[in-house]
């Protein structure tokens, strides 16, 4: 399964169950970048990061190379969609205050996305790319969850999957490094909320592909005795931030 088919196929699950990121990180961005003209939101997806882009910067466009993932994406008067790849935008040339990618620098090809970013950028622009990895609830369904993640689908994930699991300390970004504060993504969660999430796992679909079951209902007897009778629980990840000055 290719990566467009990948997503493709999950972008309703991604729309309704990934988690949104803290108002903080991006009022840091926002602090962090030169001006408020122009937000740049690589691989959008269906938005998850861009409405909040879209509060703090001037305009803001988003781009994603998967039209069903767009096609779910909330529209506003200051952003623009394209359907193109990360590293051949057809953005502007120094026009860009701040690149964001959220939870996708892992598929794309590195050197070439950051020529593409050095390209459409202005002096001093800001680049972020943020990912996650494991979810943390309890004890007990974190054991059951990553038995899900590391026996079940292990070998569905994709290679570039490590770079999440590494929180994108092994990726060699050529701008002046930036700290950022830490940050955690945390909600508040149903537990239809948290099959949901599993459901948008890429490897949950590629399990799919290749068995021709579902492996999330299986495993839901012990994830729901392990999330008890509780109505919402909160769930938290944490956030790994590379940051650089272009």
């Keep these: 399964m290719s990566k467009s088919d990948l997503f493709a196929t999950q972008a ?26 122009l937000a740049w939101d690589c691989a959008c997806g269906s938005g998850q990061a ?5 509060t703090r910067f001037e305009r803001v466009i988003a781009t994603d190379s998967s039209v069903p993932q767009l096609e779910q994406a909330e529209l506003r008067p200051n952003i623009e969609y394209r359907c ?7 953005i502007a040339a120094g026009t860009v205050d701040l690149t964001l990618v959220a ?6 090809d590195h050197p070439a996305f950051f020529a593409e970013v050095r390209r459409v950028s202005r002096p001093g622009a800001l680049f972020a790319a943020v990912t996650y990895n494991l979810l943390s ?99 938290r990840f944490p956030l790994s931030v590379l940051a650089g000055r272009v």
């Design 103 to 108: 939870q996708a620098l892992h598929w794309f």
């Design 84 to 90: 193109e790849p990360a590293e051949a935008s057809s």
């Design 137 to 235: 609830v309890s004890p007990a369904l974190d054991a059951v969850i990553a038995d899900l993640y590391w026996r079940t689908l292990a070998g569905c994930w994709a290679p570039e999957r490590r770079h999440v699991e590494e929180g994108y300390r092994s990726i060699a970004m050529p701008f002046e490094a930036v700290a950022a504060p830490p940050f955690e993504l945390e909600a508040t969660w149903s537990y239809a909320q948290l099959t949901g999430y599993l459901h948008s796992w890429s490897a949950v679909a590629t399990y799919r592909k290749r068995n021709g079951t579902d492996p999330v209902p299986a495993l839901e007897p012990a994830l729901a005795a392990a999330w008890g009778d509780a109505a919402e629980r909160t769930v």
């Design 12 to 37: 309703s699950f991604y729309r309704d169950f990934r988690p949104t990121y803290p108002a903080a990180l991006f009022d840091w961005l926002a602090a962090e970048a030169p001006a408020r003209g």
């Design 50 to 54: 861009t409405l909040d882009l879209a």
